[in-house]
């Protein structure tokens, strides 16, 4: 095979494994914490929204990704107070919340820039690349010059696994989803555990869509998330919540992304390239599923 | 729970303020648009409701969201979700569509119901994997029908791209479905058609399911104690399963009427979201099919009106979605005070 | 130390014992004689109607566990509360875990096991801090269980029903760890009706029946066969008599039945028509399988389950249920009926399946007839509002309603798991009494039950049930309560048990 393609893909595949690879590990914190987060979309889409305002009004993608984060994280409190303390059924809040931010961040858009379905400007900064030329193929390629929120991410997965499994937080955590009844036995309130996972998985989709409208496209779009948030959570079903397996599943995600968008230009219907990334995690999904049912066959 | 059903003062009091959280916020956002509250308020009154071509347009738009709630109501009686109802709204579209344009029995009353039967069929399969997979599995139905609406959007558009598209027009649709096929408005000047008829029509029959048949009483049993059901009988893989389909033939009906009364063929973005909004309707209407009927009204009424605000002033009709969702989100919260807490 | 709790409420009548310090104090008595009830008011998770405990000479009147755990009282539940996919020392340690904290806030794994380590060489056990708790065989998760509460440093340490999870050879070794407990200065309550292990482990005894305190004993005072006594009550009142119209013909057959978690193992029986056949036992004993083994949702080892002669081991429960089965179970809120649901709806379940109230359409006159003699019959006191909820019925309606329905049936065998737990005197005779009416028809009654008065009174036989095999059996009139009991608590008839004989 020709080596550009290979280099191209991975690279494609990389820059669509980041918001999936962001969001899933935020997805993985509430996952532990007992709850199926089905708002991730919307959170991703809120922050790729005000990341791209404020990156255009400040000319500084920093300023954007903050603002992004923090719209984000806002929306993921609400989510947890419903959820964690008004006992709300957390799927539908969570689709509430999906459709209000598609419509809100469409609200928005008309009324601060009279764009009709997407925002574009040359004022809309990038998001920062590691940019080093070495001069070595392999290097530049493969390590370097991706987004900084990328190396971000693969950070943010080792620092995930640390804090789940090895720091008392973590351990909080992981009770909490699997037997709360033992923390509150312990004295520790279980939704004050939730509302920070909430909190902090709300961070984490805010990058993810900081990732989606400062890099990967550089502007906004009517529902440009595309279902991500779910893909995300299939990640996270798949791999159990554990940082490392979400890093190694959101990179396959990633790769049927790239194929999707290598087939648009080859000689078969864009649109089955554009269905592929929802087909695979439905199949990898059910993959998964015929896997476990076989384990507990065994047992 | 004891006592859900006695009016306290302290019950009303809380419905008062959870009327008027809703009327503020919505006014201020109104405000952020960039239009006076009150103004906006009676741009979307009259716009939807101001006179009788505007009501009937009002409810000739209720139609697919009553459809798409029902079709998340239906398998919510057995515990079910059902998030797919874009997906299948549009399947359901395009089965009408292709039968319009391609068939004709010759009478116009036989190629309507055939084409009506389609649709439902259509939106009914493209339920079926994900709550097969679902009871077989126990693969997350979230998940699946969710993905299934993308998957559906991509397999509409390539189908009307390709194969089926209109070759006379510059456009990605379908041609349009022969004339025998459409259900006509019924009154010169305003968009209004015996759909309504048909959609409140499906509410009464799955009310009256609901509560008088043998097979509407095992789905609510199995919603609601599914370890009773078992013991009591009750089949309860196969109940939900059904529920589902029977949530995907509505979904699908939705799509089937919109093609056969208003659009007359399948185009690109066919779809405003219906079963999104037809998913806000069911939460809030707690999923009571005659209390979806009057949630879709409102909810209609602010979608007209919401395209009459953008035509006298600066706010865009987008509105109407944030309104909607915000109500959604209030009554959530204020359920918990007013109802109570009830696990499961 | 003492405490005196008196109790308004039917669980509990004026019941007063003290306990000393550093004793291991055995509390014994049957289900629902209230010994978790009165555990639970100690350990502040229900509180007392009147009466009032004495801790250490102050007045103590918890309110939430905190309170009892800050005073040193600690109780180990008989269902777990350990976190399956952690490790023994996170389980102990858990909400005082930051203790450990190190640097960049790890938590310090080794002084972790450390400092448990030291309590588990204290008692001299095989535990490795390390263990994950799903690695870990029942009985070692019931030590980690209490090292929670000996971590905690409790100085009261309340057992509720401890070897009801363990095997017969895992019993020694925990008998043997309690009495480290108590060589640790520490004082033990002891909850158990397996009177052997009871006497080998206590220093004095208390007895509870039917929410009244017998009296309390030193164990050298007493032997246990008294105790079997006073537990089970020898003076039972006998004036019911079991029905008099036995058949000939076997309705049921259970032939060689064990389910694959071997909780149940190698049950036979015959049930034959007009007979009702009591499963007498104190509860854990393989009960509830056969119940679930009955009515079809409990997946079977071997053996097989005959109907009138045909097989029904393959058949699901709606199809047993036309076959001729009807089913009381024991938890009537979770599995019996719909709460939420109006008692039309719930009188209706399973009936439905039969055309009673059309096939598809629901005959409302039919329903709500059907639903009025069940509640005309059966006495259900719903203000003469079949639309309540049936949550709004107290527990005595919802049960009477259940065997109402159930009965409706006619079913050729009725299995009915603890009929009348927790329902007063009058439904009680109620529900008896339609049971008696049911076996003149020539219908067989299974009557599953921990009340070994209300089995002597309405059984024609009797088997004990004792870790999941029958022991023994007897037949109407040779009922000796006093020799039940002692194949209930495991004194006699049990192979595996050690402490049979010590």
């Known amino acids: 095979m020709d080596i550009e393609l290979i280099t191209t893909l991975f690279r494609t595949s990389i820059r669509m494994a980041t918001p999936i690879l962001l969001a899933s590990l935020g997805g993985a914190l509430t996952y532990h914490a007992g709850i199926i987060n089905v708002a991730m979309e919307g959170l991703m889409l809120i922050s790729a929204f005000f990341s791209v305002v404020f990156s255009y009004l400040t000319g500084s993608a920093f300023y954007g990704i903050i603002a992004g984060v923090v719209a984000s994280m806002l929306i993921s409190l609400l989510y947890s107070v419903f959820v964690s303390f008004l006992k709300a059924n957390n799927f539908a809040i969570g689709f509430a919340i999906n459709i209000l931010i598609s419509s809100l961040t469409l609200f928005l858009m008309r009324v601060m820039f009279q764009g009709k379905n997407a925002f574009n400007s040359p004022d809309i900064a990038s998001i920062m690349e590691l940019k080093v030329k070495t001069g070595n193929y392999f290097l530049d390629n493969y390590l370097l010059n991706f987004s900084i929120l990328t190396y971000l991410s693969i950070a943010i997965a080792f620092l995930l696994a640390y804090i789940i499994y090895k720091t008392s937080f973590g351990l909080r955590l992981r009770v909490c989803g699997e037997m709360p009844q033992a923390l509150t036995a312990a004295g520790i309130k279980v939704g004050v555990i939730q509302l920070w996972a909430s909190i902090l998985c709300g961070g984490l989709c805010g990058l993810a869509g900081a990732q989606l409208s400062l890099y990967n496209v550089r502007m906004f779009s009517r529902d440009m998330t595309g279902g991500r948030g779910f893909v995300a959570l299939a990640a996270i079903l798949i791999s159990g919540g554990k940082p490392k397996r979400v890093l190694f599943i959101s990179l396959l995600f990633g790769l049927f992304d790239a194929l999707s968008v290598k087939l648009q230009n080859e000689k078969i219907a864009p649109q089955f390239a554009l269905m592929l990334p929802y087909i695979m995690s439905v199949v990898v999904l059910l993959l998964f599923h015929l896997k476990t049912r076989k384990q507990y066959g065994k047992a | ?240 399963l059904l529920s589902m389909l029977i949530g995907g033939a509505l979904a699908g009906l939705a799509g089937g009427l919109l093609v056969l009364g208003m659009t007359q063929r399948v185009m690109q973005s066919f779809s405003p979201g219906y079963g999104f909004t037809g998913l806000l309707i069911c939460l809030l209407a707690f999923n009571d099919p005659l209390l979806i009927v009057g949630i879709a009204f409102l909810f209609s009424a602010l979608q007209t009106g919401s395209v009459n605000l953008q035509l006298f002033t600066s706010v865009p009709a987008e509105i109407s979605g944030v309104l909607q969702a915000v109500m959604v989100l209030f009554v959530a919260a204020f359920k918990t005070f007013i109802v109570g807490r009830r696990e499961g | 130390m003492s405490k005196t709790y008196p109790n308004g409420l039917e669980a509990l009548r004026e019941v007063s014992f003290e306990v000393r310090k550093g004793e291991i104090h055995a509390i014994v008595g049957e289900n629902g004689a209230g010994k978790s009830t009165l555990m639970n008011i100690l350990f502040g998770l229900i509180k007392p109607t009147s009466g009032e405990i004495l801790f250490n000479n102050n007045h103590f009147s918890p309110k939430h566990p905190s309170e009892a755990i800050d005073l040193g009282i600690g109780m180990v539940h008989q269902h777990f509360k350990l976190v399956q996919s952690i490790t023994v020392a996170e389980n102990i340690v858990l909400g005082m875990e930051n203790r450990f904290q190190s640097k960049l806030r790890r938590v310090d794994r080794e002084a972790m096991n ?105 164990k050298r005072d007493v032997d246990r066969e008294s105790v079997a006594n006073m537990m089970i009550g020898t003076a039972t009142d006998l004036s019911e008599d079991p029905p008099d119209c036995l058949g000939n013909e076997s309705v049921l057959s259970v032939e060689g039945i064990s389910d694959v978690s071997g909780t149940i193992r190698d049950l036979s029986f015959q049930l034959r028509e007009g007979e009702i056949l009591g499963f007498a036992g104190v509860g854990g004993n393989g009960q509830e399988e056969l119940f679930e083994a009955l009515a079809g949702s409990l997946r079977l080892a071997s053996g097989d389950i005959r109907l009138v002669g045909s097989s029904i081991s393959s058949l699901d429960t709606l199809e047993r249920r036309r076959a001729g089965l009807a089913l009381i179970t024991d938890d009537r809120m979770g599995k019996g009926l719909a709460p939420d649901r109006s008692i039309v709806e719930n009188c209706m379940a399973g009936h439905h399946k039969f055309g009673k109230f059309g096939k598809w359409l629901i005959k409302d006159t039919d329903a709500r007839s059907f639903t009025e003699s069940i509640v005309a019959d059966y006495d259900v006191r719903c203000g003469k509002n079949i639309k309540t909820a049936v949550r709004a019925l107290s527990g005595g309606n919802m049960q009477k309603l259940l065997v109402g329905r159930e009965i409706a049936y006619e079913p050729v065998v009725l299995v009915a798991a603890q009929p009348t737990a927790g329902v007063d005197v009058a439904a009680r005779k109620l529900i008896h009494d339609s049971f008696r009416r049911l076996v003149k028809t020539g219908s067989g009654v299974i009557l599953i039950s921990g009340d070994l008065e209300e089995i002597m009174g309405l059984a024609n036989r009797i088997i004990v049930l004792y870790r999941g095999r029958a022991v023994t059996e007897m037949t109407h009139p040779h009922y000796d309560p006093t020799e039940i009991s002692y194949y209930m608590t495991g004194i006699r008839g049990a192979q595996d048990d050690r402490y049979s004989h010590s």
């Not at chain 3, 033990?188 to 004993?217: K, M, P, Q, Y």
């Open chain 3, 114 to 218: 450390e400092s448990v380590a030291s309590l588990i060489d204290r008692l001299r056990m095989s535990i490795s801090p390390d263990d994950r708790i799903d690695s870990l065989p029942i009985s070692k998760r019931q030590q980690v269980e209490i090292l929670k509460v000996l971590y905690r440093e409790a100085d009261f340490v309340i057992l509720d029903e401890p070897t009801a999870v363990l095997a017969p050879n895992e019993v020694e070794d925990f008998l043997e760890f309690v009495r480290g407990i108590r060589e640790m200065g520490k004082t033990v309550i002891f909850i158990s009706h397996r009177l052997g292990e009871v006497f080998s482990l206590a220093d004095r005894i208390t007895i509870l029946r039917r929410g009244n305190v017998i009296g309390t004993f030193d």
């Open chain 2, 1 to 240: 729970m004891i006592g859900t059903r006695t009016l306290s003062f302290r019950k009303l009091l809380l419905s008062l303020l959870l009327v008027l959280c809703i009327l503020s916020v919505w006014a201020l956002i109104i405000w952020f648009g960039g239009e006076s509250p009150f103004k906006g308020f009676r741009y979307i009154i009259e716009g939807s409701l101001g006179n009788h071509y505007q009501f009937l347009s009002t409810l000739n738009k209720m139609v697919p969201l009553i459809l798409a709630a029902a079709a998340v109501a239906v398998p919510a009686w057995t515990g079910m979700w059902n998030i797919g109802g874009e997906g299948q709204l549009l399947l359901g579209a395009f089965g009408a569509a292709l039968v319009g344009f391609s068939i004709d029995f010759g009478v116009g009353l036989v190629n309507i119901v055939v084409a009506l039967i389609v649709s439902a069929a259509f939106g009914m399969a493209w339920a079926a994997w994900p709550a097969f997979f679902k009871i077989k599995l126990r693969m997350d139905e979230v998940v699946t029908t969710l993905m299934g609406n993308y998957i559906a959007a991509q397999l509409i558009a390539y189908l009307i791209n390709n194969p089926f598209r209109d070759p006379r027009s510059p456009l990605a649709q379908t041609p349009y479905i022969k004339s025998s096929f459409v259900i006509p408005y019924l009154f010169e000047g305003s968009q209004f058609s015996a759909t309504f008829f048909v959609a409140i029509g499906m509410v009464l029959v799955l009310f009256i399911f609901r509560k008088r048949f043998i097979t509407g009483y095992e789905f609510d049993i199995t919603g609601s104690n599914p370890v009773f059901a078992g013991l009591s009988g009750i089949r309860v893989k196969k109940t939900k």
